[in-house]
């Protein structure tokens, strides 16, 4: 049986439509003997195929955008991962993100699970990522998907799209945007682990405790002293690490608290949502 001969403009679409090498292309049309629709499938299960191999692949690396939408009071986070920052810092592969944050404002599912549901162009984008894995060869997923609800939400990308913040305050008013802001980029710079000490998890505020029991134990303090300075440790945590008490970076001064309230006595944060590569 003679190999189906396939011309250049077919391998050409094929590859505009996928993104996948010339020789893949090429190849997954002879196998299909020349059924464009069947050898985009091939290339599918190629790259579905990719993916289970390369699943315990670390994908330290990637692209995080946050968007909020026209009317301020949501937004959302999405983080692409990838194995390489050559591949992270491809224009493609960020308008992929980009546009992967799009659907998910758009739709604003409730979960990483019903987000791959969405469809992109008409494919689900759990589809997309097995064809991004045939066409760059890496390990490709949506590590990461925030959503926040708020009478005003605002959002601060860092640098080079290595982190993304969302800022839930508790009014509505453009006027506070430029504060929400600020203190979105008050959690990328300070990473804050909670909005205030009632928000720290349990188990965090129990590891502290151990840590300041140990630090003092270790520096010869008493053993009826140590529940005292861990505590007194465990109040400095809270200073450093909840948002609201952090000093306010832009001001050295003031604490985000305080920061917010000078803008209107009432103003505060409600929540905020942080997502980084690494």
């Given at each position: ?201 349990p188990e965090i505020i129990a590891k502290e ?14 053993e009826d002293m140590l529940e005292k300075i ?49």
């Amino acid at each position: 049986m003679s190999e189906v001969n396939i011309s250049a403009t077919a391998v050409k679409d094929l590859r505009d439509q996928t993104g996948a090498g010339m020789m893949d292309c090429k190849k997954a049309l002879v196998e299909a003997g020349g059924d464009f629709d069947k050898a985009i499938e091939l290339l599918r299960l190629r790259g579905q195929k990719m993916s289970e191999k390369r699943a315990d692949r670390d994908a330290k690396e990637g692209v995080v955008i946050a968007l909020v939408n026209e009317a301020q009071n949501k937004g959302i986070i999405v983080r692409l991962s990838c194995e390489t920052d050559f591949v992270a810092k491809n224009d493609d592969f960020v308008q992929l993100t980009k546009d992967i944050a799009k659907l998910a404002l758009d739709n604003f599912p409730g979960d990483r699970e019903a987000l791959y549901q969405l469809k992109l162009n008409g494919v689900t984008l759990e589809t997309v990522m097995s064809e991004q894995v045939a066409k760059i060869g890496e390990k490709i997923e949506i590590s990461d998907y925030q959503t926040l609800e708020a009478p005003l939400v605002t959002s601060y990308i860092h640098m080079g799209y290595k982190a993304g913040v969302l800022v839930g305050l508790n009014k509505a008013d453009d006027k506070f945007v430029e504060a929400g802001r600020d203190v979105a980029m008050q959690v990328a710079a300070m990473k804050p682990v909670a909005l205030n000490k009632d928000d720290v998890a349990p188990e965090i505020i129990a590891k502290e405790i151990e840590i300041g029991k140990e630090i003092a134990r270790q520096e010869g303090k008493a053993e009826d002293m140590l529940e005292k300075i861990a505590m007194g440790k465990l109040n400095k945590f809270f200073k450093e690490m909840t948002l609201l008490n952090q000093v306010f970076v832009k001001d050295g001064k003031i604490s985000v608290e305080e920061y917010l309230k000078s803008k209107n006595p009432e103003l505060t944060a409600t929540a905020f949502k942080h997502v980084k590569l690494g």
